[in-house]
C-alpha cells in the first residue's frame, strides 16, 4: 500500500477507476459459489425458517427471504454467516436501490 498507492494516485484518471474496484473479478465469483453453498446449508434454513428479515423486523415466509450481504460482494464483503442476512423481498430492492444510487454518485 503506503508508497505504491501514492504514486497511483498521482497517475490520473484511470488509476482512479482501479482504486474504486476494490475486488477482482475472480474473488467475487468466489464468494458468489460460497453464498450458493452458504444457502444450501442447515444453517441459512434455520436463519429463514425464523422467518424474521433483518433490515425492517418484520416476519415473513422462508420463501420471501432471500440472502442478503450486508457489505456487498462488490464491494470487498465475504459470504460467510457474519455477512449474511436473511432480506424480505422489499427491503432487498430498497437497498439495491439505495447501492445503485451510491455507485453512481461515487463515479461522478
Ligand atoms: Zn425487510
Redesign the pocket.
Known sequence: MGKGLHRQARAGKAMDIALAAPVSKDSAAQERARARELRASQWWKNQIAAGR??????T?PPSELTMDHVIPVSRGGRSDRHNVVP??????SRKKATLAVEDILDSL
Open positions: 428479515c433483518h433490515y425492517c423486523g418484520g415473513f432480506c424480505c423481498k422489499g427491503c432487498n
